[in-house]
């Protein structure tokens, strides 16, 4: 998949020739019959998006500051490492790479891989990463002992990269190393520093750093090299013989004062230190080596204490460094702020600083900041404080010096600096990195549409999309609305759905502080509109909120002794100033916003809250209903009563047509609100529509693992559980978010142990075994293509065309189905065509393929095709035996570019002969025929 991106850009670079009318009557043609057959298949993949099993394109966009930076020089690489999971939509374990012209390599994602640590390049360019080891939590008992590290090489060819993970042995029996604080090669060894957590004899825990060296022949540890500290130690580098090491020491009641060293440790055996140079006061953040061995220290002190930041410099042999002015390097620095990175250029040193905070009336702006040989400052650069802001980030987190040129690593880009002036040369965007994320909610609307909202992004056609995304009622998405981008990924909650179909939304805009509050409407053919509410002095903080076909209704508080409901128009935003209840009685001390709030179809606002009902720690749980007609006129507060349930329990409310569900209890809606006494379910229900509640339970299946299960109550019984249906998802999983769509459909995201979304699953009663569906393949003589369909209609069209497209023979059986297993995974398929200055061709592919190459502009995705199995480690199962074969004719200069699927050895073999390049099996059939044309 990798490579297919590499030529898919490199198609842009070749010349796009003239196509004659034919090959425009096929593009065309290609076109219609995409058109045709998305239409044919609408009622077999409803909602297939919501059904694929891997949410492997959706994730939480952060800064790239979550991660750390190594450069390699040789090979012209960047490396990008820490918390991520995601990298423009593309799954990867916390490791990415780009070109210095910040071009991801999507060959090179590693998966698999644990938590990275520490990250240096071997001589050959491969990495050679210390990752995460395993960790007691708490006491450290008597037979607990993890007394070993890991080390994974990973290859840094293009391509899948192999890893190889060596487990090193320390030798130090009775220790558990749980944090790695250094590491770094040079042959023959691997360097590393750890802490230890060991248990003397008086059961005493005792925190300590190892510094351990390891052949990288055969992994042994050496015995006779090595260094014991009481702090935590991290490396710098080695240069010249000798390893160099910084860490804080104290403060302590014999050594008040904090203190920064750094040491030399010789590289011969014992690994005795060379040197050690302190600083009092301070505390290491950036170390640094010049050419000739000189050292930089940077550091800062408490806030209060100034200067805050200090730059310092030792000679080689450790020794203060009297041509260095602290106080003239100081004196440029801005107070209250501290260096962020730092790096060392034509024997300048380069720093940045972020804006400071004690400086009235206003502090300085984050800047970069040169230094000559003596320690003379000047300020260069400066930004934006805006450099939170995950959508503009113009602060540069990273400075790296690699092949010759200064690179600012920002938020989601890379810029080239001039060396000189320090101004930008050349900008590469679009390395948006993050976390894996859950779509968040998901309502079906009237027009059997469906709407996502959160926080998460997605990309498609090259584009990235947040925080909202609607799919048709075919389950196509709909990408007209760039709604997620106006408000800032800050909206969560979709309020409900307006007369003419819009989906109402209400969320904080100010991205940092959340202080202005707004509400946001759009529909599938209009664009979005936004109606925004912040600084208006008859608006105070907005809470919980719901609409109706109307208003949006919305909780204010204007201090935490005072709230009402309020409302808004939905066609204007206008406040109804004469329309307020006030749902806080006088006396009472409200302690948040109510856990539920929400509207019935019969005009009554609902809500569940917690009291002190009399300043005396009397504290109940309350559930209230007000009357949307007249609130002014009493009794406005149709229902008020103490629901008997712990207070600070977090008590969600859910409304169907016929009752109101809180707890483990229901009201009827049509009798006053009165407890109906014949529903009592064993738990509170999750999720209510209106033939059953659905509950989510975890159960220890032993000692160390759970389960999570998913059940349902009848809601025509007693709330007694429904014995016949239940689901189980299996491990460390639990269910974050989902919806039912009246049709026996139960939609879940399950997330793993970390809460990150892994994947969705679709619980229902409706019989849903795939059905067979026959792959057949066509050959274009006018274009020169070969081109593959499992859509039946568009096979019946292109046969209507003989003398353009003409059958080869070749056919596959696989599988189609409204709902697909985690196994059976959907094609997505997508047009590379002349519009976008492509070749006039086709790509398949499932999964991870699919999230690639949507984040490229110039293919146009054209939904599902068929589904198929997946090989693993290119070997076919026996119920799906048949291997599908992808193939590139390498044509790229010409803008000829295309894929061939085959399915038998000695066609395969033919066209690798003719100069087509093998990129190995895709999918698994069960069935096939070989082509004979």
């Known amino acids: 998949m990798g490579m297919l991106l590499y030529r898919a850009r490199m198609f842009l670079k070749g010349p796009v020739r003239s196509l004659f009318s034919a090959l425009q009557r096929f593009g065309l043609l290609l076109c219609m019959m995409c058109t045709a057959c998305l239409a044919s298949n609408s009622a077999a993949t409803a909602l297939l998006p919501l059904a694929s099993p891997d949410f492997s394109g959706f994730y939480s966009p952060t800064s790239l500051s979550a991660s750390r930076v190594v450069v390699d020089d040789v090979r012209g690489w960047i490396y990008f490492y820490g918390d991520i999971t995601h990298v423009k939509g593309a799954r990867t374990s916390g490791l990415f790479r780009t070109s210095l012209g910040g071009v991801i390599d999507y060959s090179w994602l590693p998966q698999n891989l644990k938590k990275l640590r520490s990250l ?281 010096v690699g092949a010759g040129k200064l690179l600012s690593i920002r938020s989601q880009s890379i810029e080239v600096l001039d060396q000189e002036t320090f101004e930008t040369q050349a900008t590469y965007v679009g390395l948006s990195a993050g976390r894996a994320s859950s779509p968040g909610t998901i309502k079906r609307q009237p027009d059997g549409s469906t709407l996502l909202v959160g926080r998460f992004s997605v990309w498609y056609e090259g584009q990235e999309f947040r925080n909202f995304i609607r799919y048709d009622a075919n389950g196509i998405p709909d990408f007209k609305s760039r709604l997620g981008d106006a408000v800032d990924a800050n909206f969560s909650v979709l309020a409900g759905v307006s007369a003419q179909g819009e989906a109402v939304l209400t969320g904080a805009r100010n991205a940092q502080t959340g202080a202005s509050s707004f509400y946001v409407t759009a529909t599938a053919n209009t664009p979005a ?52 209840i006030k749902i806080v009685r006088a006396g009472n001390d409200p302690f948040g916003f109510p856990d539920g709030f929400d509207i019935d179809t019969a005009g009554g606002i609902w809500l569940t809250h917690y009291d002190d009902e009399c300043f005396t720690g009397c504290f109940f749980t309350g559930l209230e209903r007000f009357s949307i007609i007249n609130p002014n006129a009493p009794p406005y507060r149709l229902l008020s009563k103490d629901l ?157 065309y003989p003398t353009v497209f003409q059958r080869t023979g070749m056919r596959f059986d696989t599988l189609t189905a409204p709902l697909l297993s985690d196994l059976t995974q959907p094609t997505c398929r997508f047009y590379f065509g002349p519009a976008r200055g492509g070749s006039n061709s086709h790509f398949y592919g499932t999964q991870q393929d699919c999230a690639i190459a949507n984040t490229i502009k110039e293919f146009a995705y054209e939904g599902r095709d068929f589904a198929a199995l997946r090989p693993a480690d290119g070997v076919c199962t026996t119920a799906h035996p048949v291997s599908v074969t992808r193939l590139f004719n390498n044509r790229v200069a010409s803008n000829e570019g295309n894929h061939r699927y085959v399915v038998g050895t000695q066609v395969l073999n033919a066209m690798i002969a003719a100069g087509w390049i093998n990129e190995g099996v895709v999918f698994c059939a069960t069935r096939a025929t070989e082509a004979v044309n």
């Open 120 to 400: 240096a390049i071997a001589d050959n360019g491969d990495l050679l990463a210390m990752v995460e080891p395993e960790s007691v939590i708490g006491p450290l008992p008597s037979s607990a002992s993890i007394d070993y590290v890991d080390v994974v090489r990973i290859s840094h060819v293009a391509g899948a990269p192999t890893l190889t993970t060596v487990r090193l042995s320390v030798a130090q029996p009775g220790t558990q190393f749980d944090y790695l604080t250094a590491f770094t090669a040079e042959a023959p060894w691997f360097y590393v520093a750890l802490r230890g957590r060991s248990a003397s004899a008086s059961g005493q825990i005792s925190d300590q750093t190892y510094l351990r060296r390891f052949s990288m022949t055969n992994q042994l540890l050496d015995s006779s090299w090595g260094q014991v500290y009481d702090e935590q130690a991290t490396f710098v580098r080695i240069y010249s013989g000798g390893l160099y090491l910084t860490y804080s020491s104290g403060p302590s009641i014999t050594q008040p004062k904090v203190q920064s060293i750094v040491q030399r440790v010789a590289l011969t055996s014992g690994a005795a230190p060379g040197w050690t140079a302190t600083v009092d006061g301070i505390y290491p953040r950036n170390v640094l080596i010049d050419s000739i061995g000189r050292i930089y220290l940077t550091g800062d002190r408490s806030p209060n204490i100034q200067p805050f930041l200090e730059i310092h410099r030792f000679t080689a042999i450790g020794a203060r460094d009297t041509s260095w002015s602290v106080e003239r390097a100081n004196s440029i620095l801005p107070p209250g702020g501290w260096i962020t990175n730092a790096v060392l250029l034509n024997q300048q040193l380069i720093v940045t600083t972020t804006g400071g905070n004690v400086s009235p009336p206003i502090p300085p702006p984050p800047s970069l900041v040169s230094f000559d040989d003596s320690g003379n400052g000047r300020i260069v650069r400066q930004f934006s404080k805006d450099y939170r802001s995950s959508n503009a980030a113009p602060f540069p987190y990273a400075l790296i």
């Open 529 to 580: 509109r936004t109606l925004d509410i912040s600084g208006r002095p008859e608006y105070g903080a907005v809470g919980a909120s719901a609409a109706d076909s109307v208003w949006l209704y919305f909780i204010e508080a204007q201090d935490m002794a005072s709230q009402s409901i309020r409302r808004v128009s939905i066609a204007t935003g206008a406040l109804d100033a004469n329309w307020a």
């Open 644 to 800: 008997g349930l712990w207070p600070f329990a977090s008590h969600p409310l859910q409304l169907n047509s016929s009752h109101a569900y809180t707890g483990r209890f229901r009201y009827r809606l049509s009798d006053n609100m009165v407890r109906d006494a014949s529903w009592e379910a064993a738990q509170m229900p999750r999720w209510v529509d209106d033939r059953y509640a659905y509950f989510v339970t975890n159960r220890a299946v032993s000692n160390t693992l759970t389960e999570t299960l998913i059940e349902r109550a009848s809601l025509a019984g007693n709330g007694a559980l429904d014995s016949l249906w239940q689901r189980t998802v299996p491990g460390s999983a639990s269910v974050v978010s989902a919806y039912t769509d009246g049709d026996d459909r139960f939609f879940a995201h399950i997330a793993g142990a970390t809460g990150a979304v892994k994947s969705s699953a679709i619980y229902t009663d409706q019989n849903l075994a795939p059905t067979p569906r026959t792959v057949v393949e066509f050959y274009s003589r006018v274009a020169n293509r070969y081109f593959i369909t499992g859509r039946a209609a568009e096979q019946a069209l292109l046969d209507q």
